[in-house]
Structure formats: structure tokens, C-alpha cells
């Protein structure tokens, strides 16, 4: 093993230790106490279901991701990487057909060591507590058209990225930025007219007080959109949510139908004034520029070390085919995707507070939006308790008390200034 082979295995090692010792903290952090703000939400049952739901959940996952990291460790110094290369080299292709019979063995590996873990995930655990709706049918069918997508998505890009990289060797990293935010922008456009309705039926939200009462804030509020739709999320899960998908006049409002019958008019409005806020405050725009940079210093970086001999050597491969270097680069950024990863959920917490504050602020409802987020926290059987550092590492909403205490203080403040009689 050598110095490059054994710091990129410490890179994986020290990942998964520190989000291990997240996991298990949040399991010591539980706290038998239902919260008052949850009285008349949890009782004793159901509160200790969701606490036994979370160490088993997360029991899975500590056991499954030592799985994974001990196949990937095996699979390193073995040469697994060098062996999958020269039987993609052995079909006696070119070098961008190479590379797609070299990422696709290796795509379909890890799909295929997955799915007991998923099968597992859907019809042992979910159905366990009540979540599982998902037939065995809907489960293939659902895994075969995400292969399908992933595949003919990822094989365009792939193909892109090393054919600029093989033949623009100046500023190949730049050109290969500009088709990956393209093809990222036309996906996002056409996503929820093409590649969402292949997993769910979307329909639109039948006229109705509910539909009334969204219509007339968003026309209110000066929101664009395609349509208020409701999806059939029923057949996969128990579990409500709700989300804005598309860009400008293409936006659609999606409902879960787990969602529509057990919400108010107003919890639900609520709700979707607070998807609407982060729109509004910009957050979805960020969050696409965010990515867009990360994307160009990545590809600026791995231009960098494309053509390092230990890169290649650290996996013990015996050539340097540019293929492969797009698949190991990754390895090398372990740690610094972790930060990356802390500082991107430390925005986004940011973003849900904006985006409940532009709620309360504008659809004037606050008990409505804290009742909504309680039925959805124990609908989903939501750890009431986690610890900060599971918070601080992985959390892309804040914790639930701490999201109402603050819609709270934004009401008290939004109370007593309008109470002193100035005008917003």
C-alpha cells in the first residue's frame, strides 16, 4: 500500500466514523419527555414508536454503510479498479466508449448491492411502522426507470466531460462546466412534464376551498405558476409532503394526497406559502449558482490532477485512462465534500427560517403554519430531540422546536408592531 493509497482509505475511514458518531449520539440524545408543545400531537405510544423508529433507522444505517465502506476497501486494494478497466478495454472500443463500458459496470455494481438494502429499507423497516405503501411491482418498476434515467443522464454528461477533457486539452474543465449547467438547466425545465410523471400521477387539484384560498395568495403574492397538482404518493407511502418544482410561468404547486385529507385549508395554504417564500427570497436562484461554482471548482480542480500518475496508482491501476480518473477524483475529496456538505445544510436551515418568516409575514397565519409542521413532524415520526452535532453535519431543516419557537417570536414581534399602530 502506498502513502496515496492509504490517505485516500483514512479520507473514507474518518468520513464514515464522523457521521457514525453522529448517529449514535442522536440515538443517546432521545429523550422520553414529550415536549408540551406537542401535547394532544403524541401520545406515549406514539411518541415512543417514533423514538423506536429512529434507532432502528438508524441502526440500519450505521450497519449498512460498514457494509458498503468494507466492499469499497476490499474492492480498492484488490485492484478492482484496474480489473473492471481492462475488461472494459478488452471489447476494443475507443476511448469515450471505453469509459462508458468502464462507468457502467461500476454504476450497475453498486445499483445491484443496493437493492437488498433498499428491498429491505421499503418492506421491512416502512412497513415495520406503518410507511410502506409500495407494492413489489411499483418497487422493480421504480428501480428499473431510475436506472434507465441515470443511465441515458449520465452517460451523456460522462461522455461530454471526458470527451472535452481527451480532446480540448486547454481550458476543458471551462467548456465542460458550460455543457454540464446547459444540460442541468434544460433538465430542470423539463423534469416535471417528462422524467416525474414516468414515478407518479400528477393531477391536477380539483376546484375547491383549498385551491380557492392557494390560487388567491399566490395571485396576491405575484407567483407565477403552471398549476396546483396533486400527486399519488399514497401507493409508495404514508408520509405527507409538499414541493414547487420547474422555473417561472412553468412552476407547479404538487400536493401528496397523504397530505390533502388530514390538513386544514389553512395549515395547508400555510405550508404552501412557505414553499412559495423560497422562491421569493431567492433561495432556489442561490442554492442553483451554489451548485453551478461548486461544479467549476470541482472540474477546475480534477483538471489539476487528471494526468497525476498517483492518482491512478493510489488505486492500483497499471495505466492512466481519463475515465477513470473522473470516477477515483471523488476519493480524493472526501473530506472537503463532507465541509462542503456542513456549509450547504447550514444554508439551507438558514433558508427555512427565511422561508417561514415570509409565510407568517405574508399569509398571517402562524398557528396555522406551527400546527401543519407538528402534523407533519408526527406524521412522519420525527426526532423531536437531535443532537446538535447530527444537526450541524446533516440537517437540511432546522429542528422542529426550534422552528416553531421562532415562528412564535416573528408572530409576537409581528403583533406588537402592528399593535403599536405603524404599517408595514
Not at 485516500?8 to 429523550?31: C, G, P, R
Not at 454504476?107 to 428491498?119: K, M
Not at 480524493?332 to 462542503?340: A, E, F, N, Y
Not at 405574508?362 to 398557528?367: A, D, M, S, V
Amino acid at each position: 500500500m502506498n502513502v496515496y493509497t492509504f490517505l485516500i482509505l483514512s479520507f473514507i475511514i474518518f468520513v464514515y466514523l464522523v457521521e457514525t458518531a453522529a448517529d449514535i449520539l442522536n440515538i443517546k440524545n432521545l429523550s422520553k419527555n414529550i415536549p408540551s408543545e406537542f401535547d394532544g400531537y403524541y401520545d406515549k405510544e406514539k411518541y415512543a414508536k417514533s423514538q423506536e423508529y429512529l434507532k432502528t433507522i438508524t441502526k440500519f444505517s450505521i450497519v449498512s454503510s460498514a457494509l458498503f465502506l468494507t466492499v469499497q476497501i476490499i474492492f480498492i486494494l484488490s485492484g478492482g479498479f484496474n480489473y473492471v478497466n481492462i475488461k472494459a478495454v478488452s471489447f476494443g472500443f475507443g476511448p469515450i466508449l471505453t469509459g462508458l463500458i468502464f462507468a457502467g459496470i461500476l454504476f450497475f455494481a453498486i445499483e445491484i448491492l443496493r437493492i437488498p438494502f433498499s428491498a429491505y429499507d421499503v418492506f421491512i423497516i416502512e412497513e415495520k411502522f406503518g410507511f410502506n405503501k409500495m407494492s413489489v411491482k411499483t418497487f422493480i418498476a421504480d428501480l428499473l426507470k431510475s436506472w434507465i434515467i441515470n443511465v441515458v443522464i449520465g452517460a451523456v454528461l460522462f461522455a461530454a466531460v471526458l470527451w472535452l477533457f481527451t480532446n480540448v486539452h486547454k481550458y476543458a474543465w471551462m467548456y465542460a462546466f458550460i455543457a454540464i449547467a446547459a444540460f442541468e438547466l434544460f433538465i430542470t425545465f423539463i423534469a416535471p412534464v417528462t422524467i416525474m410523471p414516468l414515478f407518479n400521477k400528477y393531477t391536477p387539484l380539483e376546484d375547491g376551498e383549498l385551491k380557492n384560498s392557494v390560487e388567491i395568495y399566490a395571485k396576491k403574492e405575484n407567483f407565477k405558476m403552471k398549476g396546483i397538482f396533486k400527486m399519488d404518493e399514497s401507493k409508495r407511502s404514508t408520509k405527507p409532503n409538499a414541493f414547487l418544482a420547474g422555473f417561472g410561468k412553468f412552476r407547479r404547486i404538487v400536493l401528496f394526497d397523504t397530505l390533502i385529507d388530514k390538513y386544514t385549508v389553512d395549515e395547508l395554504t400555510s405550508v404552501l406559502a412557505h414553499e412559495m417564500g423560497h422562491f421569493k427570497r431567492g433561495h432556489v436562484l442561490k442554492s442553483t449558482i451554489f451548485s453551478f461554482v461548486l461544479t467549476l471548482i470541482t472540474l477546475f480542480a480534477f483538471s489539476l490532477f487528471i494526468n497525476k500518475k498517483w492518482l491512478y496508482e493510489a488505486f492500483l491501476m497499471n495505466t492512466q485512462p481519463i475515465y477513470a480518473g473522473i470516477i477515483l477524483f471523488p476519493f480524493l475529496c472526501k473530506p472537503v465534500s463532507l465541509i462542503i456538505s456542513v456549509i450547504s445544510s447550514y444554508f439551507s436551515r438558514k433558508n427555512e427560517y427565511e422561508a417561514d418568516a415570509y409565510a407568517i409575514k405574508t399569509y398571517k397565519k402562524p398557528q396555522d403554519m406551527i400546527n401543519a409542521l407538528k402534523k407533519l413532524s408526527v406524521d412522519s415520526l420525527s426526532n423531536l430531540y437531535p443532537h446538535k452535532l447530527k444537526v450541524f453535519l446533516e440537517y437540511s431543516h432546522p429542528p422542529i422546536l426550534e422552528r416553531i419557537e421562532a415562528i412564535k417570536k416573528i408572530s409576537f414581534y409581528q403583533e406588537k408592531f402592528h399593535g403599536s399602530g405603524n404599517n408595514t
